[in-house]
């Protein structure tokens, strides 16, 4: 079992940045693929970014493309994701997941993530 736990959410105005954080216990993240996924109040589930067990590879939905970075930090059992340019759109829940099934790029697939965390609001004002 992977517990995780995402912090770092907040209310920013348009335009700003914030960083989230998702730590995970019970389980070393380097055996998964982690993503992070996002779900605006009335809208479903969205992903939103996913990284290789090693870091070297990520991925990204158009809508975030060069403006959000995800990383990851297998040593600490820490994902991150690093939020610049936020619109109001970006204002939704956001998840971290660990992908233990199989799989392939970008990894967008909700169903394939094993384990989620409770998720951490973002509210972006305009």
């Known amino acids: 079992q992977v517990q995780l736990v995402e912090s770092g959410g907040g209310l920013v105005q348009a335009g700003g940045s914030l960083r989230l954080s998702c730590a995970a216990s019970g389980r070393t993240i380097s055996n998964y693929i982690m993503g992070w996924f996002r779900q605006a109040p009335g809208k479903e589930r969205e992903f939103v970014a996913a990284i290789s067990r090693g870091g070297h590879s990520t991925y990204y939905a158009d809508s975030v493309k060069g403006r959000f970075s995800i990383s990851r930090d297998n040593a600490k059992n820490t994902v991150y994701l690093q939020m610049n340019s936020l619109k109001s759109e970006d204002t939704a829940v956001y998840s971290c997941?660990?992908?233990?099934?199989?799989?392939?790029?970008?990894?967008?697939?909700?169903?394939?993530?094993?384990?989620w965390g409770q998720g951490t609001q973002v509210t972006v004002s305009s």
């Open positions: 997941a660990a992908h233990g099934s199989p799989g392939v790029p970008p990894y967008s697939n909700a169903l394939r993530y094993n384990y």
